[in-house]
C-alpha cells in the first residue's frame, strides 16, 4: 500500500511540474508588445472609422457583448443597444475624433485596456455651426480577446476634464 501511495504521489508531482511547465510555455508564448500595438491599432481605426462616418466599422471594433458607458446617460449593453445610440448620431452629424494621446495599454492574458485623451466636434449635416462636443476628453476602455484572437472593445468609459458650466 505505501509503495502505491508512493507511485501516486510522484505522478501527482510529475503531473503538477509539466502542467506548470506547460503554464510557463504558454505565458512566455504570448506576445504583449504585438497586443499593445494591435490594440493602439485598433484605436486608430476607430478614430478613422468615426470621421468617416461608417457605423458599421465603428461598430465592427466592439465585441458583441459590449458595453458603452456614456458621460450623463444611461450605460448601452451590447452591439444593439449601441448601435440604436449611435445610428442617430452617424447619420445626422459628421465627426472629428482626434486621440490626442494614449498614456497607457496593458495587455494581462485576454484583457486588455487603454487609458486615453482626445476631443471631439460635430458638424451638423443638415447645415450649421461645428460643435464642441468634448474639447478635452478622457476614456478608460477595456478590451477583450476575441476567439480569433482579435481585440474588440469589452466597455469604453469616457468623461470630460472641463467642469461642466453652470447654467
Request: glycine residues 6%; contains cysteine.
Amino acid at each position: 500500500m505505501k509503495k502505491l501511495h508512493i507511485i501516486f504521489t510522484l505522478f501527482i508531482l510529475f503531473a503538477s511540474v509539466c502542467f506548470i511547465f506547460s503554464c510557463k510555455q504558454q505565458i512566455q508564448n504570448v506576445d504583449v508588445e504585438a497586443d499593445i500595438a494591435a490594440i493602439k491599432e485598433i484605436m486608430e481605426k476607430y478614430e478613422a472609422t468615426a470621421n468617416a462616418g461608417d457605423l458599421d466599422s465603428w461598430l465592427a471594433r466592439w465585441a458583441d457583448d459590449g458595453v458603452r458607458m456614456p458621460p450623463n446617460a444611461p450605460s448601452r449593453s451590447g452591439v444593439a443597444q449601441i448601435t440604436e445610440e449611435m445610428k442617430p448620431i452617424f447619420e445626422q452629424f459628421s465627426a472629428d475624433l482626434k486621440i490626442t494621446s494614449i498614456e497607457d495599454a496593458m495587455v494581462f492574458g485576454d484583457i486588455g485596456f487603454s487609458r486615453c485623451s482626445y476631443s471631439l466636434t460635430a458638424t451638423p449635416k443638415a447645415g450649421g455651426d461645428k460643435i464642441i462636443v468634448e474639447p478635452d476628453g478622457k476614456a478608460l476602455t477595456i478590451w477583450k480577446r476575441q476567439v480569433d484572437g482579435s481585440w474588440k472593445i469589452f466597455i469604453d468609459c469616457f468623461n470630460s476634464n472641463v467642469p461642466p458650466s453652470e447654467k
